[in-house]
């Protein structure tokens, strides 16, 4: 944790790009980094990809729940987990922040801290950013990647595919489900909400491999697979039995009473990777097959409609 | 002005999004627009220009002074602004609103129309963006664009070069001086605050005609010629003679018993640029020279400090 004292209105707008400014390394395609009207960086590929996220406090993270690096962490997360689903890699980004002006320094230190740490698993430059005041804090960060080979999109998906998965699935919503009854354990479910941990190779590796769809599971595995069936115009069919339920969502389902299959099959913000295949293909490292592709509409589990079945989290409602 | 019913609550994040997709055509370097984890777009020259701005309700706009697509001119204008100061031009954003969930629907359409109306005027795309719940509306927009020719750094100014300006300036601080005292008029300044018009052909044709250094007047004219003559390391004077207050800052500086030298000299947000040529180059049309560029460091107004030597806008402070 950065121990520098004093609040934002004490070092002001400019006081913080500086103290902040040295936190981001600039890689080699960085023609032009922070300090000017905007950033220059080159695309070699000729081609971006590009995805946008907005945290707003109070509805995506709480502070007397996560860190400001804890925050940092998932908002680069977010949105580098959207470019692996298209099978890319994040090459630079620009982040706005907006806070108040009685905000400690440190805080939003080691919220740049814990942005540039996530970042750097990738090897992506944080080029630029605005910096304003705001009652709530908000962090808005876009990203650019580029994709080595084929860009898989959410509509892709064939009968007679199968269903694959990479990365865990409701570790998050049973962190959340434990915070939010004022818990702070299982230790690592709480840290699992905390800082997702996205597989940042395994988009790649399952569009090298053929993918035919793929999708970030930010919103819950059924509502996302959902999102690749109606833009592939396919039913989608899940096998609840493909999933080894792990001990810590075993363990927090009966603290609370709740059938731990909800959060696998519910459970947002773990930004795992949700793709179909051929059925043929041989699945990248880290892939599960999970179910499979038909003619039709929906998303089923076990062939019936899921008791529970969710939207997903739909801003506003 | 919009005449749909209802607000976010009843609609949620997808209605949203359906509901103003269509405002956002897609240009040809669009290879995959909205609706997917993330976008597509080709960059043939290669290099990207990038910049991002966050707006938030209360700092830097009013529901109940400007209107939702006033609102939408401002915040692409602003980013759009910052890549014509380096000589370049906007191709494509992506956008990340966040507002209140009893928001009315056509507000938030309105904010969609206007962003759309001025990337329009660039033939920029808007390829994608975020939804999210928050109290106070915020928008973050970011954009992409690229340089036909040379990029303009802050950082190029020499002894000798002459300093220009093209676009007004002075007038959305003299129109936010108005509403701010609970006037409406002159509606002119009063237009000028609530929708800036930035030159968006000036940047590139600066570029070409050989400048040196160029800034987006954001801050304030002597606050960012003060950063170019910081990034330069060298010292800039401005001649106050050259400039012609327009008939309507003479008028709003009678009215409030104020200097309307002041509201060109020191107010932001107008997004006119300033630029540094040599002192042989013709200026391209539409651009006045209003100062010089020599040894040393700071800016001085006809070789004195100005009396109220402003910092520019600071946020936090």
Redesign the interface.
Same mark, same amino acid.
């Given at each position: 944790m950065t121990q520098q004292p004093g @609040?934002?209105?004490e070092?002001?707008?400019?006081g913080?790009i500086e103290a902040i400014r040295p936190l981001f390394p600039q890689g080699a395609a960085v023609?032009?980094g922070p300090?000017?009207?905007?950033?220059?960086?080159?695309?070699?590929s000729?081609?971006?990809?590009?995805?946008?996220?907005?945290?707003?406090e109070?509805?995506?993270f709480r502070r007397d729940w996560s860190s400001a690096e804890d925050i940092g962490h998932r908002a680069a997360a977010a949105n580098m987990s959207?470019?692996n689903?298209?099978g890319?890699r994040a090459d630079?980004a620009?982040?706005?922040?907006?806070g108040p002006?009685d905000l400690p320094v440190a805080w939003a230190v080691d919220l740049a801290r814990g942005i540039a740490d996530e970042c750097a698993l990738v090897g992506a430059s944080v080029?630029?950013?605005?910096?304003?005041?705001?009652?709530?804090i908000?962090v808005?960060m @876009?990203v650019?990647?580029s994709?080595a080979g084929p860009?898989v999109?959410?509509?892709g998906a064939r009968p007679g595919d199968m269903v694959a998965l990479c990365g865990r699935i409701g570790w998050s919503a049973a962190g959340w489900a434990v915070l939010g009854r004022g818990f702070r354990s299982p230790r690592v479910v709480v840290e699992a909400h905390r800082r997702p941990e996205p597989p940042y190779a395994a988009g790649p590796e399952a569009a090298a491999a053929g993918a035919t769809a793929?999708?970030?599971v930010s919103d819950g595995l059924l509502a996302d697979l959902g999102h690749v069936a109606t833009?592939s115009g396919v039913a989608i069919d899940v096998r609840a039995g493909a999933f080894e339920i792990a001990e810590p969502l075993q363990a927090v389902g009966a603290a609370l009473g709740l059938d731990p299959v909800q959060f696998v099959l519910t459970g947002g913000e773990d930004h795992a990777l949700a793709a179909t295949f051929p059925a043929e293909v041989e699945l990248p490292a880290g892939w599960m097959a999970i179910g499979a592709v038909a003619e039709g509409s929906g998303v089923t589990v076990d062939g019936s409609a899921y008791d529970e079945v969710p939207s997903g989290h739909?801003?506003?409602?």
């Open positions: @609040t934002l209105a070092i002001g707008e400019f913080l023609e032009v300090g000017d009207d905007a950033a220059v960086v080159s695309v070699p000729g081609r971006v990809v590009l995805s946008t996220d907005l945290l707003v109070g509805r995506h959207d470019v689903a298209m890319g630079s620009v982040v706005a922040f907006g002006a080029v630029g950013g605005d910096v304003t005041e705001s009652d709530a908000v808005s @876009t650019l990647g994709c860009v999109l959410r509509s793929m999708i970030d833009a739909q801003h506003f409602r």
